[in-house]
């Protein structure tokens, strides 16, 4: 009998779960670490921290107990500072003063019982199982567990994602479309999307989903991780601390920001004193780790020591949003604590509006500094999935001491930093869908004639705070007013000039919208008929 052709097999290859038997070996990623995979229970709901301890394992070979009191103490600094703010979180230090937080608690702003954590340690934890499956710095992949845990509540305290910043949501929604994009062009099915192994198909997707200009404080928020899996090779700890905050956060400043807070935390991994950590001569004295790129005015303030302040909050020292304060406030809590972890994180939430945040990165170099048995027992008893975390952090040390500098998987473009780079977002956007563009000037030849109102002028340096609610992916027509509350001052100069067509495409254009509509009528006429 003759085999009939089916027409919707390439739709159920690409867009409908396939039998499990199928097999793309060249392709596929798996790692047998499959307690940190995406995991669901029966009934739908995912599987969260605390539910997968179980299935936990023990790295098969002993671990330096120094190395992994530095490891348990940066990260689980992390969540504490994290649910420490969590229960005051957006209130201001008016508030606070009169209401000073002064131990862990339940409820506040999330309503979330004691020791929960929020964004800060699932995004941060997200960010360290991707170093430990993929034994390698994997950019690609540190989305795709971001996107999970936007999508499902991967590593969520509380099994869903909450109190997500609107850079970074912005970002896995571009990160999310690219994936569609990608799947149809390299016809790969969509649900192994996120299991991609191939050196060459990861090199060719791009990576950096930012909005150029934008500088808030996630991208600083997550990084632990990354010095503490490098904390043998600093050129590698510094510059991928950089590279994994710009590929949501797209400003210099981020990148930057990043780049000096994974400095500290390496040299504190490596025996630095306390004096030595905050000199203000430190990034001088380090040149050389940071290679050829100096550091943006903003950020070497800070390096230079704008945050030793006695003063602290009367002194402007300020708990927001925007990464260069943030960056300084939590330096400022670890410069005043007196040696004491619970003074500075106190004083980091008690600053006011990002509270869970501010002691978060905080509680990152404070916690690599003093080590886990430098932490308030009181607190670490009562955090969140301890467990879970205490053994993720065994296996940060352990695969990061048998990490090697061939097990690299960067995208093509790894040697472009900085917004300036993140401009071809924007015209990639523009070449997949040409016809939606709004042009912004016509070339005449001798003469380019305005089509639209000049732009108004950028916000402020925080107006990334209060995002363009047009910038979702259903709305955004990529023009440049657009644009223009996602940029800082220093990077508003630095941005290409708007598009301009000319004559002929513009022509070529409303030929396509013509034919377009005639063969819509058409089609409708044939099946009225």
Not at 53 to 65: L, T, W, Y
Not at 419 to 425: D, G, K, N, Q, T
């Amino acid at each position: 009998m003759e085999k009939r052709h089916n027409p919707f097999k390439w739709l159920r290859e690409h867009f409908i779960r396939p039998n499990r038997s199928t097999n793309y070996p060249s392709c596929l990623f798996e790692t047998e670490k499959r307690w940190l995979n995406l995991q669901f229970h029966k009934n739908g709901q995912i599987k969260k921290p605390d539910e997968l301890e179980n299935e936990m394992q023990e790295p098969p070979d002993p671990i330096d107990e120094k190395r992994l009191n530095q490891t348990y103490g940066s990260l689980i600094g992390l969540a504490l500072g994290d649910a420490l703010g969590a229960h005051a979180e957006f209130r201001p230090h008016a508030y606070l003063l009169t209401n000073p937080v002064t131990d862990l608690e339940g409820g506040g702003t999330w309503g979330l019982s004691k020791g929960q954590f929020t964004d800060d340690t699932s995004m941060a934890l997200c960010l360290a199982s991707s170093l430990v499956t993929r034994r390698a710095f994997v950019p690609y992949d540190q989305l795709v567990r971001y996107k999970w845990w936007q999508q499902h509540g991967y590593m969520s305290s509380t099994g869903r994602c909450f109190d997500i910043g609107e850079a970074t949501s912005q970002s896995l929604n571009e990160f999310t479309r690219r994936q569609k994009v990608f799947s149809r062009k390299h016809r790969i099915p969509v649900n192994r999307l996120d299991y991609l192994s191939d050196r060459s198909l990861i090199q060719n997707f791009q990576v950096h989903c930012s909005i150029p200009g934008v500088a808030g404080n996630g991208a600083l928020m997550r990084l632990a991780p990354l010095p503490l899996f490098f904390y043998k090779h600093f050129q590698e700890a510094i510059e991928y601390s950089g590279y994994s905050g710009q590929i949501t956060h797209g400003d210099i400043k981020a990148y930057d920001a990043c780049r000096y807070y994974g400095a500290l935390i390496y040299a504190a991994l490596n025996g630095y004193t306390k004096d030595e950590l905050l000199d203000k001569n430190f990034y001088d004295k380090h040149r050389f780790w940071f290679g050829e790129k100096t550091l943006c005015t903003e950020v070497r303030s800070i390096a230079e020591g704008s945050y030793q302040k006695k003063n602290g909050y009367a002194g402007g020292i300020r708990g927001k949003g925007y990464i260069v304060s943030a960056l300084e406030a939590a330096l400022w809590a670890f410069w005043s604590d007196e040696d004491c972890f619970e003074n500075g994180v106190l004083a980091a939430v008690n600053l006011g509006d990002d509270t869970d945040t501010t002691a978060a990165i905080y509680g990152q170099l404070a916690g690599a500094y003093y080590g886990y048995e430098g932490l308030p027992k009181k607190w670490t008893e009562q955090v969140y999935s301890k467990r879970f975390i205490l053994n993720l952090s065994k296996w940060i040390v352990y695969e990061g001491d048998r990490w090697k500098k061939t097990d690299v998987i960067l995208p093509s473009d790894k040697s472009f930093v900085g917004a300036a780079y993140l401009i071809p977002l924007i015209e990639q956007r523009c070449e997949e869908s040409a016809e939606n563009m709004v042009l912004n000037s016509l070339d005449l030849g001798s003469r380019t004639v305005s089509l639209r109102k000049r732009p108004p002028m950028y916000r402020s340096v925080q107006g990334f705070e209060n995002f363009n609610q047009n910038l979702r992916e259903d709305e955004y027509k990529f023009s440049q007013s657009n644009l223009n509350g996602f940029y800082s001052p220093s990077q508003m100069k630095k941005t290409r000039a708007p598009p301009t067509a000319r004559v002929d495409d513009i022509n070529l254009l409303s030929t396509r919208k013509q034919q377009q509509s005639r063969e819509s009528a058409e089609d409708k006429m044939n099946a009225a008929n």
